[in-house]
């Protein structure tokens, strides 16, 4: 395979998920162009690629020569619903445009959200589900998929449960925000590990999940008590009625009949593997 075909452009490096992936993708065979802002590094084995999502000028030049563009850049934790979606929604049109004008060629993979899924979905979020998020970043991101799905492109879209893993420390802060959210002890949550995300991406770069929508998680989706107790932390017990049941759980079954395996099958094999 040519150089040429393994070049990639992936955005979103310094977060959660693009800190872990890119070092990942790397270790695949992938030639990573890091999308930066002025002064940023890109993480190891990747070539910096000074550009700004809201730019579509220095996106030009930053998408030129790639065959897939991973679309991982997002604004969520913040109050600010005007800076989610200028970012969520207008960076990512303007990437696209980008990619259309200048790499019409390249694969592009979006990174989603399973938060798009209705509170009270009558069953585990699937993805021909009808979605109507009440809050600014899941609603953004689904705008997104829809500019995306339209755009004409070579596409697909990965939507992420809660991710954890590889000392993000991301498990460690959950239990503060369910318990602000008095959300039930009892509500299961879908889960991914980052080692999986790699995974999924490498499945979706390789074209097996073109044209879809994508639920990425693990096997066992994990109650609300047992991830906070595994974060050091117990919730208040009840057994109250559990109210929408299916909220934050998500079915992986296209995902599995794509091929995709998770490495890390539950949170519990994370922690007696070492992996958090």
């Given at each position: 395979m040519s150089r040429e075909s393994k070049t990639i452009l992936?955005?979103?490096?310094?977060?959660?998920?693009?800190?872990?992936?890119?070092?990942?993708?790397v270790d695949a065979g992938f030639y990573c162009?890091?999308?930066?802002?002025?002064?940023?590094d890109a993480p190891a084995g990747a070539t910096a690629v000074e550009a700004d999502l809201l730019d579509e000028a220095s996106l030009a030049a930053a998408v030129k020569g790639v065959s897939a563009i991973v679309h991982l850049a997002a604004i969520f934790r913040t109050q600010d619903v005007d800076l989610i979606w200028k970012n969520n929604l207008e960076g990512t049109r303007k990437l696209i445009?980008?990619?259309?004008?200048?790499?019409?060629?390249?694969?592009?993979?979006?990174?989603?959200?399973?938060?798009?899924?209705?509170?009270?979905?009558?069953?585990p979020g699937r993805e021909n589900d009808d979605v109507d998020p009440q809050h600014a970043y899941p609603a953004s991101k689904v705008a997104a998929e829809k500019e995306l799905r339209e755009s004409g492109i070579n596409w697909s879209i990965l939507r992420f449960p809660f991710v954890y893993g590889d000392g993000d420390k991301?498990?460690?802060?959950?239990?503060?925000?369910?318990?602000?959210?008095?959300?039930?002890?009892?509500?299961?949550?879908?889960?991914?590990?980052?080692r999986d995300i790699a995974?999924?991406?490498?499945?979706?770069l390789?074209?097996?999940?073109d044209g879809r929508i994508v639920n990425i998680s693990d096997e066992a989706p994990t109650s609300l008590y047992e991830l906070s107790g595994l974060a050091g932390v117990t919730m208040e017990s009840s057994s109250e009625p559990l109210t929408d049941p299916w909220y934050l759980h998500s079915d992986s079954s296209l995902a599995?009949?794509?091929?995709?395996?998770?490495?890390?099958?539950?949170?519990?094999?994370?922690?007696?593997?070492?992996?958090?």
């Open positions: 992936v955005t979103g490096v310094t977060g959660l998920v693009g800190a872990r992936l890119v070092p990942r993708l162009h890091a999308l930066v802002r002025g002064g940023k445009n980008a990619a259309k004008a200048h790499a019409p060629g390249a694969r592009f993979i979006l990174a989603s959200t399973t938060h798009v899924y209705n509170k009270n979905n009558p069953h991301h498990l460690e802060t959950l239990p503060e925000h369910l318990i602000a959210a008095k959300w039930h002890p009892a509500m299961r949550m879908s889960t991914i590990h980052h995974t999924a991406v490498n499945m979706a390789a074209g097996t999940m599995r009949s794509l091929g995709f395996q998770p490495a890390v099958r539950t949170v519990y094999q994370a922690v007696h593997d070492k992996l958090l």
